[in-house]
């Protein structure tokens, strides 16, 4: 039998379970730095994965808990295995990903906005940023369709659309040299298109893994479904 590396930790069954009433600290530091989550659905025993934009909400007029929204084609696959299997599961990171700052949005401590800064000095924030988290988290949930026209939708759509409009000199140093100056990653096709349906996850419970191999799983004490599932 292989040596069991010094780091390894049993993570098949609940490992340092923790019953919370809010989201630890290091999980919402993770949410809001990342760029992009990774959406796992499934129907038939036949699981898709897909890269998503988010946008992370402690909390909104319309729930008390804390909710995840995304946007998607109503055509999709997604879509589809949602409204067969409305449960849910999300990794996200932000070791590599770190999201670019919004409009509204600017780093603490008196650093200087994008419109004062180098390109150097845009890509050591973001190192140096990125660099503060060590853990990556799954996230399980249930997934629900807010009503089309709603105030509710209204409200979700705007706040995702805010949270996924980048400032064109603040953000991510490789991802701007790339992209042209009319790039929007997708935001008017994925987030703010007519067609598109607004999504929300109402979290259950979290797994946290750190750099070193520690795993650590929550549950969220309030946890519950602030939405009718699938829009029903």
């Known amino acids: 039998m292989d040596q069991i590396p010094l780091n390894y930790e049993a993570s098949a069954g609940d490992s340092h379970k923790q019953v919370v009433t809010c989201l630890p600290p290091e999980v919402v530091q993770c949410l809001e730095n990342a760029r992009f989550l990774h959406l796992a659905t499934c129907t038939d025993n036949q699981p898709h994965v897909s890269l998503m934009n988010y946008t992370y909400l402690p909390s909104s007029p319309h729930s008390a808990a804390p909710v995840i929204v995304m946007t998607t084609n109503p055509s999709s696959k997604k879509m589809n295995n949602l409204v067969e299997n409305p449960n849910v599961s999300l990794l996200v990171h932000d070791w590599v990903s770190h999201r670019p700052p919004t409009q509204g949005r600017r780093p603490s401590g008196g650093s200087p906005g994008p419109e004062h800064r180098s390109s150097l000095a ?8 990125s660099a503060i988290s060590s853990i990556s988290a799954t996230i399980n949930g249930t997934a629900s369709l807010v009503a089309r026209g709603s105030d509710e939708e209204k409200f979700y759509r705007d706040q995702h659309l805010e949270n996924n409009t980048f400032d064109s000199e603040g953000g991510d140093l490789f991802v701007h040299q790339a992209q042209s100056p009319q790039e929007d990653g997708g935001r008017n096709c994925f987030v703010a298109g007519e067609e598109v349906r607004v999504i929300l996850v109402n979290i259950k419970d979290i797994r946290t ?5 520690g795993v650590t799983d929550y549950v969220l004490a309030n946890a519950g479904t602030s939405a009718n599932v699938n829009g029903i």
């Not at 893994?209 to 191999?213: I, L, P």
């Open 209 to 213: 893994s750190d750099w070193k191999g």
């Open 122 to 129: 845009s890509m050591l924030l973001n190192l140096n940023t």
